[in-house]
């Protein structure tokens, strides 16, 4: 039986430096006080890094920042930090980094860790991206080769979402191509008592 967890609380933080502002969120009143320092020494360290990734030495570089919480239930706290850069007329850059910790023990996961040693998982995810790039008609640099086992990724709800950075896979002009994945899909990959076998996926 699934133990009731509450959301883990947060509050919001700015990160300020000459032309940065980057907004990101804290957990605080965590039950376990580890895991809460665990969680936000990651978010802070990987907001830093975000901005580091931005900045152009050789131009002027002004970064403003935010963040999306995508899932904050059932022990499963999943989010997003997005970085825009703009270069003072040059062509603006977007960065997404997301993370998906466990808040009982605020252990962040990579996308291999969610599933069974096998690697079954990545042919499932890696067929249903190729179907959704066919239906969607995404635009593509190169042929889609399958994902890495550090994909990026979120969790939000029922679903996993794979994407990839500007200019990874396809044009500017598609924008951050994301594929939803239904977890219901992925349920013999899903080891039991995995982070992803808390959520309601066969509903």
């Known amino acids: 039986m699934l133990l009731i967890k509450r959301p883990a609380d947060t509050v919001i933080r700015v990160y300020r430096a000459p032309d940065v502002s980057m907004l990101y969120p804290q957990i605080i009143g965590h039950e376990s006080i580890q895991a809460n320092t665990r969680m936000n020494i990651t978010i802070r360290n990987r907001t830093m890094d975000l901005v580091r990734s931005l900045m152009q030495p050789d131009m002027k570089t002004t970064i403003d920042g935010s963040f999306e919480i995508k899932c904050n239930q059932r022990g499963i706290l ?14 603006p850059m977007t960065k997404v980094v997301s993370l998906t910790m466990d808040t009982a023990t605020g252990v962040n996961f990579n ?26 008609e995404i635009p593509l640099l190169d042929d889609f080769k399958g994902i890495s086992p550090t994909q990026d990724y979120y969790v939000s709800d029922s679903v996993i979402v794979i994407y990839y950075q500007l200019y990874e896979l396809a044009p500017y002009a598609a924008g951050f191509p994301y594929f939803p994945i239904p977890l219901f899909m992925l349920t013999d990959a899903i080891p039991e008592g995995g982070l992803l076998s808390r959520l309601n996926y066969f509903i």
């Open 78 to 91: 999943s989010l997003m930090l997005i970085g825009l850069a703009e270069f003072g007329g040059a062509h």
């Open 111 to 136: 996308l291999n860790q969610l599933f069974q040693p096998d690697g079954r998982y990545i042919g499932i995810i890696n067929e249903e991206i190729r179907r959704q790039i066919h239906q969607r």
